[in-house]
Nanobody, 120 residues
Framework: QVELVESGGGLVQAGGSLRLSCAAS????????MGWFRQAPGKEREVVAT????????SYRDSVKGRFTISRDNAKNTVYLQMNSLNAEDTAVYYC?????????????WGQGTQVTVSS
């Protein structure tokens, strides 16, 4: 099991930027693939971005490609989500999640979430 704590959410104007952080403890962080998800009111939770345990491979949903960047610092047991050019459709609670292995599969552990609100 890995414990995850997100931070960095808040209120930002459209076109602005935010950087989310997720601090992890528990399993050896560098062996665990990580992901960012989001859930808007009335909608299902959706994957935003994932990154392998060594950081070599990333993936993004189409709507955030070119705007969001997922990264990790295994020495600090932290994964980040840099979000640029934010728009109202990005408003949601953002969650980080850990997978079972160094390659992304299904999430097994979740953080408590951090609210991101983009005003238009």
């Amino acid at each position: 099991q890995v414990e995850l704590v997100e931070s960095g959410g808040g209120l930002v104007q459209a076109g602005g930027s935010l950087r989310l952080s997720c601090a992890a403890s528990g399993r050896t962080f560098g062996r665990v693939a990580m992901g960012w998800f989001r859930q808007a009111p009335g909608k299902e939770r959706e994957v935003v971005a994932t990154i392998t345990g060594n950081g070599a491979f990333t993936s993004y949903r189409d709507s955030v490609k070119g705007r969001f960047t997922i990264s990790r610092d295994n020495a600090k047991n932290t994964v980040y989500l840099q979000m640029n050019s934010l728009n109202a459709e990005d408003t949601a609670v953002y969650y980080c999640a850990a997978a079972r292995s160094s390659m992304w599969t299904v999430p097994t552990d979740w953080g408590q979430g951090t609210q991101v609100t983009v005003s238009s």
